[in-house]
């Protein structure tokens, strides 16, 4: 990738993404600090654990919602965060408080969702308040299968959930959605960590081992083979829409070529290394290529935030792809 893409991208950062947004560009591409991140995301997390207040940007309810609590999560895992850490255990506590918890999984939307400016696809109805939706619960059990103790109520629930999750997604086509087959992905990712790594209060004086086996009673190793097949199935081979559709990319599911999905598209994931140097405007951003139907000046703002969210998503994707360093890194 040359400079010049780097470049623009990076001057309209600067001067137009907020705070945590930037952040996050310095530290993924400028050797910045993981500190000034976390620091910069926690702005967003409520004292119920959760997180609120536009952080996923089509939503500007500033009360807990699962969704913005998973976007906190993409953002911790972008980070590598490993380790304890304030914002992770309010999460946990977040997620073990029973809040927007159906029994079987964390609500997609939420009531307080109608009392704020957003997408319409963020708009609540009470009629689908007991539905199954993996989406963002398989992400969510896979973070808490991460980072909490064991031994702990928290992770024996996302177990379960995962379990259930893990059956639904073999035996149904319910789970055939990008969104949801992405939080599948990342349900996998975070078992493969937690047993390499170990986490949790226990985890430290347990040692690395604490975690040892979970991919094997989950069958992850079969989850990731059933992913590759469903994700093709979802996936755009249409390249020409992608320049004016929202539509599924490789980059919705791997951002490395280290993932076990590359090697299933990496002609097409070349095609999207392409596509993102093609693509951007002159100013350095890229297409937001979706719309909500109200909310015409929250829109206006929720655009920009989502501008640089794509910003980042495409440099990562195009660094994961090629190695190549780029703009003081």
């Given at each position: ?8 991208a990076?001057?309209?950062?600067c001067?137009n993404a ?6 996050r560009?310095?530290f993924?591409?400028e050797?910045?600090r ?22 996923e940007a089509?939503s500007?309810n500033?009360?807990s919602a699962?969704?913005?609590t998973w ?13 304890d ?5 309010g ?11 159906n029994g079987k999984c ?12 957003r997408?319409s696809?963020?708009?609540?109805d009470s ?10 619960t398989?992400?969510?059990?896979g973070?808490?299968?991460?980072f909490a ?6 992770f024996?629930?996302?177990?379960g959930?995962a379990?259930?999750a893990?059956?639904c997604?073999k035996?149904t086509d ?9 939080c599948y992905?990342?349900?996998?990712e975070?078992?493969?960590r937690?047993e390499?790594a ?14 040892a086996?979970?991919a094997?009673?989950?069958d992850?190793a079969?989850?990731e083979?059933i992913?590759?097949e469903r994700?093709k199935k979802?996936?755009t ?11 599924c990319?490789?980059s919705n ?6 993932s ?5 598209f990496?002609?097409?994931a070349?095609q999207?290394c ?8 002159p ?9 909500w ?7 206006h ?5 989502w501008?640089a969210?794509i ?9 994961g792809?090629?190695?190549a360093?780029?703009g003081g890194?």
């Amino acid at each position: 990738m040359g400079n010049c893409v780097f470049d623009k991208a990076r001057k309209w950062i600067c001067l137009n993404a907020r705070p945590l947004d930037r952040e996050r560009f310095r530290f993924l591409f400028e050797n910045g600090r993981r500190e000034a991140v976390l620091s910069a995301l926690a702005e967003y997390q409520n004292e119920d654990g959760g997180f609120g207040h536009a952080l996923e940007a089509d939503s500007f309810n500033p009360n807990s919602a699962p969704i913005q609590t998973w976007t906190a999560t993409e953002i911790l895992h972008e980070i590598a965060l490993e380790e304890d850490h304030p914002i992770v255990r309010g999460i946990l506590a977040y997620l073990d408080s029973g809040s927007h918890f159906n029994g079987k999984c964390w609500l997609y939307t939420v009531p307080s969702n109608n009392d704020y400016p957003r997408a319409s696809w963020w708009t609540y109805d009470s009629r689908t308040h007991d539905d199954i939706n993996y989406n963002p619960t398989a992400a969510l059990a896979g973070f808490a299968l991460m980072f909490a103790d064991k031994d702990s109520g928290l992770f024996k629930k996302c177990f379960g959930i995962a379990k259930e999750a893990i059956r639904c997604l073999k035996e149904t086509d319910k789970c055939d959605e990008m969104h949801t087959l992405a939080c599948y992905v990342k349900l996998a990712e975070c078992c493969r960590r937690a047993e390499s790594a170990g986490h949790g209060q226990g985890a430290e004086s347990a040692g690395h081992s604490s975690k040892a086996g979970l991919a094997d009673e989950l069958d992850i190793a079969e989850l990731e083979q059933i992913l590759v097949e469903r994700i093709k199935k979802v996936m755009t081979w249409d390249t020409e829409s992608w320049k004016t559709k929202y539509v599924c990319k490789p980059s919705n599911f791997f951002m490395s070529r280290d993932s076990y999905l590359y090697k299933s598209f990496a002609e097409l994931a070349e095609q999207e290394c392409s596509f993102i140097k093609e693509a951007q405007q002159p100013d350095g951003t890229w297409s937001v290529n979706w719309n909500w139907e109200d909310y015409e000046e929250q829109w206006h703002i929720a655009k920009t935030w989502w501008k640089a969210q794509i910003i980042i998503m495409n440099l990562r994707f195009l660094k994961g792809m090629t190695g190549a360093l780029y703009g003081g890194k």
